[in-house]
């Protein structure tokens, strides 16, 4: 939800501040935003995609069934496994 919320403060910015906020204007508060705006994509990447997240909501804490993993069945069949 955090990083939903920081994309879409993002957008609501550059509405609002049309095409100063493109780039640092002298004015203040423009470099801030700027930052944020460009920096809005990484938020999402930094706690693991959106939907790795909802993943681990769903089987850890809403105790769902968890999603069918091909890579750990050849594993299990290695020795010390």
Do not use: C
């Amino acid at each position: 939800m955090a990083s939903d919320l920081l994309t879409r403060t993002g957008q609501v910015a550059a509405e609002l501040m049309g095409a100063r906020i493109s780039a640092d204007t002298g004015e203040p508060g423009t470099f801030a935003w700027t930052q944020h705006l460009l920096g809005a994509p990484g938020y999402r990447l930094a706690g693991g995609t959106d939907q790795i997240q909802r993943n681990l909501i769903g089987e850890r804490v809403l105790k769902l069934p968890p999603e069918p993993r091909a890579d750990r069945a050849p594993f299990s069949q290695l020795p010390g496994n």
